[in-house]
């Protein structure tokens, strides 16, 4: 049955999903509230990814139910899920390296339009996509590196154009997959002001971080996964003081020097 709540974008109905003998995921339960920017943290091997992969459908659950706008997706496949306006950005960056920052974006957008990257491509040359690619560009703050080939772009950058890709199709809902990893403190900082902003401009986010100090500084409410169960959810400072959440991370230590350290990275 769909319990919904009014409010809720995406309902995760206790899900679980099975790897041969190893439930990544199992029995999670939590909702996604319309324009919230939601932190899904946990240590690793925690089923995170695994979470997002059967929101956007690349795996299947295999029990439980998945519900966008009320309505189930559960057994939706991937294309169905991103019409219906989700996105994902991957921990790994991708970007094709033979054409150039502001092309990739354009063509994120044609395949959305499109849906065929030969067509995309031949709408490459309108005015009009490039013009839409350079403003995702200007949101994300690198519309300076429209004209340069990803190749030759530092980290920081290619993170951005992962996200300025994915905000490409228009998302109701953003996932984040660790887009902080890899960055120095001063660069993930910037970053993570910047998927503030975007949150702020109307776009539901669920993020998956490791770097808890940025988490707790932009994030409205935590959900928190440990061998793939669900042990804390709701406003960031109360769930990071919750026992079970600080044994977690802590492997138990319950001293509150080691535990006061705790938000500087997991
Ligand atoms: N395709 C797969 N086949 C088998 N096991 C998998 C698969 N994907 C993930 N797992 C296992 O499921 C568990 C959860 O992995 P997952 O990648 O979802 O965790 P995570 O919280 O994202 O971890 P990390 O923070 O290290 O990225 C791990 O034990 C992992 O080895």
Known sequence: MNTTSHDSLLRVDNVTVQFGGLKAVSGVTFDVRKGELLGLI????????TMM???TGVVRATEGRIYLHGEDITKQPIHKRIRKHMALSQQLVR????????ENVALAAGSQLTRSPLRALMHLSQKEQLEIA????DRVGIRDYADQLPGTLPLGVLKRLEVARALATSPELLLLDEPLAGLNSKEAKALADTIQHINQQGVTIILIE???????RICQRLVVLDNG????????HA?????????????????ETAASTETSHA
Request: aromatic share 2%; net charge positive.
């Open 42 to 49: 946990g240590p690793n091997g925690a089923g995170k990814t």
């Open 53 to 55: 992969r059967a929101i």
């Open 95 to 102: 970007p094709l390296r033979q054409i150039t920052v502001a």
């Open 134 to 137: 350079l403003q995702l560009l």
């Open 210 to 216: 490791h770097n808890l100090g940025e988490v707790m």
């Open 229 to 236: 169960r669900l042990i804390g959810q709701g406003e960031p």
């Open 239 to 255: 769930v990071m003081a919750d026992p079970q959440v600080r044994s977690a991370y802590l492997g138990g230590a319950q001293d």
